[in-house]
């Protein structure tokens, strides 16, 4: 089963081929990637073999993401769901957990994740930081729905977690100046970039998780100002950015007046990922 669902994979041109049919089989098969490896004797039931038929089938022909195929993926050791309401977590986005987690102590804050869709960003904070609370915003409340059951998945974190419908941080108006640290992974592509996207990203992905506009940094310049009015003097700004975004937003945040100088963080590739930036008194 394996070995003719890998052709078919590549003949479609998707290179990990054999990596993508053993966890579509795995979870057709309810069982662990491991698992399937260590016991490859144990025979498959006829309705897992047939969710893994179609699964392969779309794969090839609608170049559906795995994760959406099977609604699983893992984030900073965390099981979430997906499906086409958010976008997939990646890697390269738990550089921005990584970042925040380095900067903070032990004493209990609040903290906002701004376009939080799965809930991913929200949750890793949440179980690395058990003084802290987490508001985690978007404006799609379809989005809102899956982070819900990724915080009802993982409890321990989601009871810290408190989900919030806002155009950027237009709901937090009322508790302006009593805010630590924002976290924003924000959409950083521009239209005109949408040529440029694999397949399973420009057909599948929710558009309004992907593009910011015409411009790449125009929700990130929207956020700036708000994040000002909202986060407590001493507060923290940490930002998701593509890495051709890395010179303007230095720039844009040091003309801002409310910010200190912008620092940068490299992802595991050594592309610029993360802009941090501490609220001025």
Known sequence: MLT???RQLRNAGIEAARLEVEVLLAAASG???TDLLAFPERPVAREARRRFEMWVHRRCRERVPVQYLTNQQEFWSLDLYVDERVLIPRPETECLVDEVLHRVGPKPEVWVDVGTGSGAVALALASEH???RVLALDV??????????????NPEAGERVTLVASNLLSALRPIRGLVQRIVANLPYISHAEEHTLAPEVADHEPPGALFAGEEASALIRRLLPEAAEI???GGSLHIEIGPSLREEMISFISMSGSFAA???RKDALGHPRVVSAVRLP
């Open 31 to 33: 069982r662990t990637r």
């Open 231 to 233: 986060l407590s003097p």
């Open 140 to 153: 799609s409340r379809a989005a809102l729905e899956v982070a819900a059951i990724n915080c009802r998945r």
């Open 262 to 264: 912008a620092e940068v």
């Open 130 to 132: 058990p003084a802290c």
């Open 4 to 6: 003719k669902a890998e």
